[in-house]
T-cell receptor
Framework: AQRVTQPEKLLSVFKGAPVELKCNYS??????LFWYVQYSRQRLQLLLR??SRESIKGFTADLNKGETSFHLKKPFAQEEDSAMYYC???????????FGQGTILTVHP | NAGVMQNPRHLVRRRGQEARLRCSPM?????VYWYRQLPEEGLKFMVY????????ESGMPKERFSAEFPKEGPSILRIQQVVRGDSAAYFC??????????????FGPGTRLLVL
């Protein structure tokens, strides 16, 4: 069965420090992976998807099939990055999502 | 585009009552997903609907829960005879045409259900 694990419930860093939010998945097929973000008092929104290989707001994520990971990274964290981050796996033709438990990122000034 | 709308944003029910949660997808979207987030957990898929059709309800509890997406009007998630364990945040998402796994789902603000 498919599963997404985010081992860190809370992550705190100082402004300007590098940040890495971990995500591991379990899926026997070809995964489609996403990172969603929820800022305070806002709705859940897509941050990036692995197939696009894009960088959004300075964040990148590389799919490592050998380690079954899709960690989210940013070299220099900003205070406005403080939010809840969810890693998600899509595994049907209609995009049904399996979410991790989420990581609350706090960036201190 | 106003985005995905959900109402009510907060709903309080007593045990045994019914809860009706509404979701209006983004304009032009005809695909709706419902997810539930229990306290301290991630979002879990409940049901996927297209207009007038339930495509995948594998995440729906077998009893008391039902969903619909009529030709006109919002999608509705209905919970009959609510119990305390139904207290959760219920999120709706819509997409334009999920022809593949990469189609973006746009989420609503959620409905927080509290069962007393």
């Amino acid at each position: 069965a498919q599963r997404v694990t985010q081992p860190e419930k809370l992550l705190s860093v100082f402004k300007g420090a590098p940040v890495e939010l971990k995500c591991n998945y379990s899926y026997s097929g070809s995964p489609e992976l996403f990172w969603y973000v929820q800022y305070s008092r806002q709705r859940l929104q897509l941050l990036l998807r692995h197939i696009s290989r894009e960088s959004i707001k300075g964040f990148t994520a590389d799919l490592n099939k050998g380690e079954t990971s899709f960690h989210l990274k940013k070299p220099f964290a900003q205070e406005e990055d403080s939010a809840m981050y969810y890693c998600a796996l899509a595994w049907t033709s209609y995009g049904k999502l399996t979410f991790g438990q989420g990581t609350i990122l706090t960036v201190h000034p | 585009n106003a985005g995905v709308m959900q109402n009510p944003r907060h709903l309080v029910r007593r045990r045994g009552q019914e809860a009706r949660l509404r979701c209006s997808p983004m304009k032009g979207h005809s695909h709706v997903y419902w997810y539930r987030q229990l306290p301290e957990e991630g979002l879990k898929f409940m049901v996927y609907l297209q207009k007038e059709n339930i495509i995948d309800e594998s995440g729906m509890p077998k009893e008391r829960f039902s969903a619909e997406f009529p030709k006109e009007g919002p999608s509705i998630l209905r919970i009959q005879q609510v119990v305390r364990g139904d207290s959760a945040a219920y999120f709706c998402a819509s997409s334009l045409n999920p022809s593949g796994t990469q189609e973006t789902q746009y989420f609503g603000p959620g409905t927080r259900l509290l069962v007393l």
